[in-house]
């Protein structure tokens, strides 16, 4: 059986996203059909919008989500009917080379779907990161579905599919942030507060937020910032070393995805610290002019963060339990709830830098 729903498509690069009919097929083999309860707009979606990741138009958009399983196909075990579950967009396989050598949460070949979701007149949809859960139901490799805690609200919890455990993570796994550190993020949006956030339960001395836009800043202090940087205002580095006692900072997280923001947090980094970049960059950008003498003489390391490093079914249900004993505060991300027509208009408010995180309750 082929289901029909309402989904929110990509169809050309700079183009307004337009809900559409989208038919999804039952599941086969390993996969498993999902009814969306919530999905939150992340910025990637509109990096997929602006062709920034791959020009694989048209797309069905929509990655960070939580719903119940509605079906899933004759072999599968990880998950049954009925389950709650937030997506994932890191299914590992348990067998390329990362995998083999014990690091799975670098997996090179997660698992997705294998039929695909179309349009009304069979074209094929590209899902955002192989999720596409602006959508009514959509169709996963069942690793993607991951069971947490069932008495959670689904639009904070579906926050941990990407933007919330990739700042989470990226303090936490890629930047080992630990008691004591002096950590600073650079950019707070979603994923820039959920490293503050993680920053604080791993008990990190001072925790600098920096971002252009002053509400993002007051948002910065209540998930854990001691102290915040008006970018717009004063320079970063400058800062950072007269909060840290002439020393900067010994783990540095750029949560923006710019080059002028990774060169900032390198110059902000104490010796042997590590700069952390979780923000994503567009191809035309370069990485920064730098002299060599500094990445050497300054030890440490420079690291990208692809998903904070985690592993979803070690961290979500982790995360869901921290959540619902009140230490780690997902619903704070949720600025508002808002229908499946409204993610274009919700671009514009993220663009605008007035909301967090808008999800779509369905
Ligand atoms: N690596 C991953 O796995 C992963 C996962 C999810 C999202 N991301 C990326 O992380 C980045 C942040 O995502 P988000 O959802 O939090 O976006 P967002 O738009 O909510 O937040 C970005 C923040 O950066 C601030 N900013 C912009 N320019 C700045 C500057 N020059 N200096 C300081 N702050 C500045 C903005 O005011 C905003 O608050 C994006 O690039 C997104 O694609 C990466
Ligand atoms: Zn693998
Ligand atoms: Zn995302």
Redesign the pocket.
């Known amino acids: 059986m082929t289901h029909e729903v309402r989904g929110v498509v990509a169809k050309g690069k700079g183009t307004p996203v337009s809900v559409e009919t989208v038919l999804v097929p039952d599941p086969g083999p390993g996969e498993a059909l999902v009814r969306v309860q919530a999905c939150g707009v ?3 979606d509109l ?1 997929y919008r602006e062709g920034g990741i791959n020009d694989d138009f048209p797309f069905l958009l929509g990655h960070e989500a939580a719903g119940i399983v509605e079906a899933v196909g004759d072999d599968v075990t990880v998950v049954s009917v009925g389950d709650f579950v937030v997506l994932n967009w890191r299914a590992v396989c348990g067998e390329c080379r990362a995998c083999r050598r014990g690091k799975p949460w670098y997996c090179f070949n997660t698992h997705n779907a294998s039929q695909k979701m179309t349009l009304a007149d069979g074209t094929p949809l590209s899902p955002a990161l192989g999720i596409g859960a602006f959508a009514e139901k959509t169709l996963v490799a069942a690793g993607q579905a991951t069971p947490v805690n069932a008495s959670a609200n689904p639009a904070a919890v579906g926050l941990l599919g ?2 919330v455990m ?1 700042g989470f993570g990226a303090a936490t796994y890629t930047g080992g942030v630990m008691r004591g550190d002096t950590v600073a993020v ?7 507060d959920a490293a503050i956030a993680a920053s604080r339960l791993a008990g990190a001395r001072t925790i600098i937020g ?4 002053a509400r ?1 800043l007051a948002w910065a202090k209540d998930f854990g910032a001691t102290h915040v940087i008006d ?1 717009s205002k004063e320079d970063p580095v400058e800062k950072i070393k007269a909060l840290t006692e002439g020393n900067w900072a010994d783990v540095c997280v750029e ?4 080059p ?2 990774l060169q900032q947090a390198f110059f902000a980094r104490d010796l042997a610290g590590t700069v952390v970049q ?3 960059p567009t191809p035309e950008m370069r990485f920064p002019d730098l002299p060599m003498i500094e990445f050497f003489g300054r030890g440490g390391a420079l690291k990208p ?4 490093d985690c592993l979803p079914s070690r961290d979500f249900p982790m995360l869901v339990d921290l959540y619902l004993q009140g230490r780690f505060d997902l619903d704070r991300f949720v600025s508002e709830t808002i229908a499946l027509d409204d993610v274009e208009e919700a671009f514009h408010k ?1 663009e605008r ?1 007035e909301v ?1 995180r808008s999800v779509v309750v369905l």
């Open positions: 992340c910025h990637t990096h990407c933007g990739a650079f950019g707070c949006g979603g994923v820039g920096v971002d252009r836009d993002k970018a949560a923006v995805g710019r002028e923001v979780v923000g994503v963060s692809w998903y904070g993220m830098g967090l």
